[in-house]
């Protein structure tokens, strides 16, 4: 389902951008993923437009980036979070441009409700993630989310098993062992490595409060796609008891987008919705162009 | 600072001066004043002190970045290239200090990895390292 806005055209901001089109806010449970492919946004007008509304800071940031490919990712990744917000607010349009961002005590990023003008406070929630190919935007009500998105293909430069060891729990790494295919455990190796992240930064408080090898990330026995979390002294050599034991905190999903890319999608799981399943809806955009729906999935 | 960088310590790389300042105002590491009148071998002093790698090992540094971010020749590196503006993520970080890690012989805590957001901080570190190893 694509929506075109070109129709839109007739009401803009003093920048002779066109209006984007509001979005309803996630349900609790729900996570919002968008994702932009910076290899079809080719439009210099429009990628000039983009750069208006950002933020002096901002601005400064995509003009440290070493080469035109960096530059324009690091815009297109400013663009998607500040059009993404902006359509999430309920009772008016709201200029991208007046949106604020900050950084908790951190350093993760985090909209500044107070000081933006015209803004109502929303309990919303926002992370994103890129590689050279692929910007992504995570969005969720009333819960922390965090997502990484990594290439399918991304070739590890160290021995995966190296890898794993040094930074990995002992238990991930002993799953990996068990894949007698390179290719098949590189693969798994790629997944673990953003549903960590994911982790992490659904956790927002840095890497070193949850250092990548005191907590082990692990299928669900009897799911497809299941994930969940152990911290390292939680695992015992009994699934069912692991089962009992790791916690039921975080919630993940992970998925393949655009066919190249996987994705990992962490959040923090609501006391009010405990049972409920984690449903993940993604849609591809070109912000102020086209939205496309692309899937709408349900995560046990 | 500046009255430090008069006394009797012997700095290296002189020209990488400003980056060392703002290194040691940035990690407020172990200072503690010095009591000149109290006989301290310079090493004590040093170990007190983050000092500015050298040349040799910032080139190093540079060399393994270019290689893991596959950098094409005429991207110039400098001592305060940061990693995120060369388009680094976290997994190609965490690929740049095993790679130090294992052409220095050293061991990288992960929070002082993933603190590392420049070319300078990482030979800084490696230097940091290097020099705590018991004598060989």
Partial sequence: MRISVMSQMQRSFSIDLPSLIPLQLPSRRETHLWYVIPDEVKSTSLLKRYSQLLSQTEKDGVDQMRGDELKKNALLARTLVRTTVARYQTNKEVDPRSLMFKKNVYGKPEVDWQNCKNCNHQPLHFNISHTDSLIACGVTVHVPVGIDVEDKERKIKHDVLAFAKRFYSADEVNVLATIPDPEAQRKEFIKLWTLKEAYVKALGKGFSAAPFNTFTIRSMPGTEEGYSLCKTSEVTADPLEETKKCNGEWKFALLELADSHYAAVCIEDDQANEGAPMRVIVRKTIPFVEDQLISERIFL | ?136
């Fill in chain 2, 1 to 136: 600072m500046a009255s430090l960088s008069t006394s009797s310590l012997s700095f290296k790389a002189h020209s990488i001066q400003s980056t060392r300042t703002s290194q040691v105002l940035r990690k407020p590491l172990s200072f503690q004043p010095i009591s000149f009148g109290r006989f301290q071998s310079s090493k004590n002093l040093r170990l007190q002190i983050s000092c500015a790698a050298k040349p040799e090992t910032v080139q190093k540094v540079s060399d393994i970045v270019r290689e893991q971010l596959a950098l094409s020749a005429d991207t110039a590196l400098t001592a305060e290239s940061k990693f995120s503006a060369l388009g680094a993520d976290s997994l190609d970080t965490v690929e740049i200090v095993m790679a130090l890690e294992e052409k220095f012989n050293i061991s990288v805590e992960e929070a002082d990895a993933q603190n590392i957001t420049t070319i300078q901080e990482a030979a800084d570190l490696i230097e940091d390292l290097a020099q705590k190893k018991p004598a060989a």
